[in-house]
C-alpha cells in the first residue's frame, strides 16, 4: 500500500510540474506567474500534505536557474472547510493578488463553489482531489478542469476491471450495473 501512495504521490508532483512548466513556458516575457492555491491543510491532512509537497516540488523545479526565465509564485491561505470562506479567499487571490490561475480544494463541495466562481470571474481553475461528477459535467464550464478521475470514471473503471475478474459473475454484473454504457446522473440534458 506504502508503494501504491508513494506512486501517486509523485505522479501528482509530476502532474503539477507539467503544468506549471507549461505556464511558465507560455509567459516567459512576465517576471512572475502566480497561482493561487485553496485547500485546508488541518482538515485531512493525511491526504493535502502530499499534495502541498507536489507543487512546492513543482514550483522549486520552475525557479531553478537553468530552467527558465519566468518565475512561479504561490498564494495559499490557509482556510477551513466551509465553501463561503474559500470563495472570499478566491476572489481574494484573484483580485488583490492577481494570480494567473486557480487551484486545489479537496472537498467537492468546495471544488462546487470554486468552479462556480471561476466560471464567473473567467478564471482557470484546476480543481486537484474533488470527486463529484457535477464539477465537469453538470455544474461545469469552460474554465475548470480536474486532474483525477470522478466518481462514475472511477466506478466505470472498477465495473470493467470485476468483470474480468470471473466470467460468469461478470455477465451478472454487466446486467445488473454496466455503468461503462450508461450515461452520468450528472449530464446535462
Avoid: H
Avoid at 485553496?38 to 530552467?67: C, D, H, M
Avoid at 466562481?117 to 482531489?129: R, S
Wanted: proline share 5%.
Amino acid at each position: 500500500m506504502e508503494i501504491r501512495d508513494a506512486t501517486k504521490q509523485t505522479f501528482w508532483g509530476a502532474t503539477l510540474a507539467i503544468v506549471f512548466s507549461g505556464l511558465a513556458q507560455a509567459a516567459q516575457a512576465q517576471s512572475e506567474i502566480k497561482i493561487g492555491e485553496i485547500n485546508s491543510y488541518s482538515l485531512l491532512p493525511a491526504f493535502t500534505e502530499p499534495y502541498r509537497k507536489g507543487w512546492q516540488l513543482a514550483v522549486e523545479e520552475i525557479n531553478a536557474p537553468a530552467a527558465s526565465t519566468a518565475r512561479s509564485s504561490w498564494s495559499s491561505p490557509r482556510m477551513t472547510a466551509a465553501s463561503r470562506p474559500m470563495t472570499t479567499a478566491a476572489n481574494e487571490l484573484v483580485s488583490s493578488e492577481n494570480v494567473a490561475m486557480l487551484t486545489g480544494t479537496f472537498l467537492s463541495n468546495i471544488g462546487l463553489a470554486v468552479s462556480d466562481f471561476a466560471n464567473q470571474k473567467k478564471v482557470f481553475f484546476l480543481a486537484a482531489e474533488p470527486l463529484t461528477d457535477a464539477i465537469t459535467w453538470a455544474k461545469g464550464n469552460r474554465y475548470t478542469f480536474r486532474l483525477r478521475p470522478s466518481n462514475y470514471m472511477q466506478a466505470a473503471m472498477l465495473v470493467e476491471a470485476a468483470a474480468k475478474l470471473r466470467p460468469s459473475a461478470g455477465r451478472r454484473l454487466r446486467r445488473t450495473t454496466n455503468m461503462a454504457s450508461r450515461p452520468s446522473p450528472c449530464s446535462r440534458n
